[in-house]
């Protein structure tokens, strides 16, 4: 018995050892694989993602871009289509038989629907971050045409991703931002990525002060931006200098901006001056809003000189000549070398020699006094009978005059060659023929005066007491200068200002320069029973586009056409 249980002994002590040396190899291959698993994660973690790239659904983009930034998905922003106020119902058919039928017995146990005009939605959700979004098409999600983002922080990180997915954003025309806490950096980096939309015209930045104020980066050369709204930014004086030597200096000009909104703002007569010197050299932007600043009868003084007419500064008159000198011999701006000289192609004389006689040099000259002198008269006898009582002289530069005097034509003549000159940049259009193939009438964008603006430094001058005087911005047609500090001194400005206009309208009339058609200047300390407010109102009548003076009888008696 006793060797029978030694050997069961031995046997389940056996047994004991194979059983354990199988879970030692077992748990040795499960810390071998976890190893290995934990390696190819760790791998995968120091391998660098493929970069995503945006295929122009926003919606889509946005949502990767933001989750590959690391934010969870309860952080990511939704991006919702903008809510809209219900459509007017059409009304009711007076043909139809029954227009109102009768009412159905309201079963008081049913549930009433739910109304149609507003959206119910969780408890704080209103309050969440979004993006609000409108589309040409709702179930086509490439046609994204504006972006509104209110009331939460955009950070550099949310600026990164608006770099990647806004340029591919094919239809995208407006981008409104309110109260979005923007910094100078993330603005600055803002305004990098607005060029790159390509259709990209219209922006709102409003509720965010910046105590840098850099609000001329959005203003720059290569801006694309034409419809730009700035409320509500706390701008000072500082940033309004800042817009204004970005509207325009003497050597550049914005020449896509139409609309630019400054209003609820904190600058003043200071901030004014240098919005109106970026506008003296401007003819491109129509509608500017002054509204609710600081602005008193100093800064309405500036902008009635702006509208009327002012002397030209020296720089001004120095980039004057050099205009001047490059419209006589266009290859001087182009870098080309001028043509050679008579002197340099003679080979028989020597260069020292001159080609004429001194007699003849003498009658050259007495000719060309002659000739300066009748031209002078001439010019000063039509500024008399035009009906200006001052005494001016169109100042015209010597080397201009014998510019012209070689051509041997007219400023009408050049008018049309500067047009013809604009026009032969435009591939594939004729300029001289004013009838297309077809014989119909050509389209008015191929119109001489609707080509391209007026350089103002090319326009008219006058000489008084010694200055240039050149006329005034006539292409803002609304300006809004309401809820200021503008008094009976800034009134009369701006009203012998609006006079000049229609004057010079009369005379000298323009198809692209028209001339304030709009001005608001309510909420302002002005009399309502004021003379010059009266007269002011009355110009402003008739220059509105939609006015329709009433109807004369034969006998001389208006009538009313509403009958």
Known sequence: MSEA???????????????????????????????????????????????????????????????????????IPPVVLRAKRPGT?????????????????????????????????????????????????????ATVTEIYIRGWKIDDM????????????????????????LTDKTLRDLAAIFPQCPNLKNVSIEGNPIAEEPWACLIG??????????????????????????????TTCNKNLISLNLSHNKFSDVGAEAVVKGLRMNRVLLCLSLASNKITDKGAVKFGELLSRFPLTHEEVVERRKLLSDKGSPDRGTG???????????????????????????????????????????????????????????????????DEG??????????????????????????????????????????PDMVEAINPLLDSVESIDGQLWIPGNRSIINLNLSRNE???????????????????????????????????????PIRADSEAYQKLQDLLLTRDPFYKPQAKSPDGEVQSLVG
């Open 5 to 75: 249980g030694d050997a069961k002994g031995v046997f389940a002590s056996a047994a004991k050892k194979v059983k354990m040396g199988k879970r030692v190899e077992k748990a040795l291959k499960e810390k071998a694989a976890a190893s290995s698993s934990q390696e190819a994660t760790e791998e995968d973690a120091n391998k660098a993602p493929e970069p995503y790239t945006c295929i122009g659904h926003f919606d889509a983009d946005f949502t990767e871009l933001c989750r590959r930034a690391g934010l969870p998905p309860t952080e």
């Open 89 to 141: 119902p059409p009304p009711p058919d007076p043909k139809a038989k029954d227009p109102t039928p009768p009412e159905e017995p309201v079963d008081v146990a049913e549930e009433e629907p739910k109304p149609k005009t507003y959206v119910t939605k969780e408890k704080y959700s209103y309050f969440k971050p979004n993006i609000q979004v409108e589309m040409e098409h709702e179930e086509k999600p």
């Open 158 to 181: 949310m600026v990164d991703i608006f770099r990647n997915c806004f340029p591919t954003i094919e239809k995208l025309n407006t981008i409104n931002l309110w109260n979005v806490g």
């Open 221 to 250: 050369d290569d801006s694309l931006i034409v419809n730009l709204s700035l409320r509500h930014n706390e701008i000072t004086d500082r940033g309004a200098s800042g817009i204004g030597a970005a509207l325009s200096t003497v």
């Open 336 to 402: 080309k070398s001028p043509p050679p000289s008579r002197r340099a192609e003679s080979k028989d004389r020597p260069g020292s020699v001159r080609s004429g006689s001194h007699l003849d040099k003498g009658d050259k000259k007495r000719d060309k006094s002659s000739k300066k002198k009748d031209n002078k008269h001439e010019k000063k006898n039509e500024k008399e009978d035009a009906g200006k009582g001052n005494k001016t002289v169109v100042m015209m530069d010597s080397k201009k005059d014998k």
């Open 406 to 447: 070689a051509k041997g034509g007219t400023k009408k003549d050049d008018k049309w060659k500067k047009a013809e000159t604009v026009n032969k940049t435009t591939k594939g259009k004729k300029t001289t023929s004013s009838k297309d193939k077809k014989g119909g009438a050509a389209p008015e964008s191929e119109s």
């Open 486 to 524: 503008i008094g009976e001194a800034g009134l009369k400005s701006l009203l012998l200002a609006l006079q000049y206009q229609i004057t010079l309208a009369n005379l000298a009339p323009h198809p692209a320069l028209k001339g304030l058609m709009r001005l608001s200047l309510g909420r302002n």
